[in-house]
């Protein structure tokens, strides 16, 4: 289980890793795209492009259904939320050791 669990971590932020596929999801959040879309504002053959979608449906981030020749992508984002968990585990870490340095430094400058 814990093994699946990085898998799909890893799955994610690879997926989160590179800029051009950060772009994608975030064209995704807006309605549904063809893969022709989704390459356009880049100079990236369509195939380029499917290859940046492969990831993103490997991390599940995205759904692509087929209509005759046109492969139509959805943004699926529940998996970040996963990434968000993860996160927050860091986040509370690291608020936990400022916060003791914060009263540290205080104590230290009231003596």
């Known amino acids: 289980m814990v093994e699946q669990e990085s898998d799909r971590l890893d799955a994610l932020f690879h997926a989160l890793s590179h800029p051009t596929r950060r772009a994608m999801l975030r064209r995704l959040a807006d309605g ?8 356009e504002p880049y100079a990236m053959t369509l195939a380029g492009a499917s290859k940046h979608i492969q990831v993103l449906e ?13 492969h139509v992508c959805r943004l699926d984002a529940r998996p970040i939320r996963d990434g968000a968990e993860w996160m927050r585990f860091y986040e509370r870490f690291w608020t936990e050791r400022l916060d003791r340095l914060e009263e540290l430094l205080r104590t230290e400058d009231e003596t």
């Open 32 to 39: 549904a795209h063809s893969v022709g879309e989704l390459a």
């Open 58 to 70: 490997r991390a599940g981030l995205v759904r692509r259904t087929v209509h005759g020749r046109v």
